[in-house]
């Protein structure tokens, strides 16, 4: 009871003096943040290019690089977390996945940034790679979750 007090009743707490405080300044301007999110989230775009072909097997120790161009009208790099989803297959099923925050290199045109990063595989094996983008703001309970609010290449 204790452990659960304080990693999820006292986190809740602080949030809740925090967004009161000033007549709810900090939570009106979540809550606009949040709408204008979900009034643009539908016009995203994700271009995502790999460094190498990730078919087949591939070793361990072998580096991936992944670069994504991402279309953010109206929201703004601040807004978003771009991660790199890479998952290990057997048999055709995941049987592990992990997470790589992607870094922002430049904006490319307007409302259009690059993305990057690398990594290295852990275990020989067949792979799934994707990316995805979801909202990413200091002010949220959770890292980047936000109901309904995840974005993949089409």
Do not use: C
Request: hydrophobic fraction near 35%; proline fraction near 5%.
């Amino acid at each position: 009871l204790k452990e659960y007090t304080q990693k999820l009743y006292m986190p809740a707490l602080e949030q809740y003096i925090r967004f009161s405080s000033n007549n709810y300044k900090l939570a009106k301007e979540f809550a606009g943040w949040v709408k204008l999110l979900k009034e643009n989230w539908d016009s995203i775009k994700i271009h995502v290019k790999l460094d190498q072909d990730l078919t087949g097997v591939k070793n361990a120790e072998e580096e991936v690089g992944v670069k994504a161009e991402i279309y953010l009208p109206g929201i703004g790099p601040d807004s978003i977390l771009p991660e790199v989803v890479f998952a290990k297959l057997k048999d055709g099923k995941i049987v592990n996945i992990r997470r790589y925050d992607m870094k922002l290199i430049k904006e490319v045109q307007k409302d259009t940034y690059q993305y990057s990063v690398k990594f290295k595989i852990e275990d020989r094996g067949e792979y799934g790679i994707n990316v995805r983008v979801t909202p990413n703001n200091p002010l949220m309970p959770h890292k980047n979750y936000l109901m309904g609010l995840v974005k993949y290449p089409q």
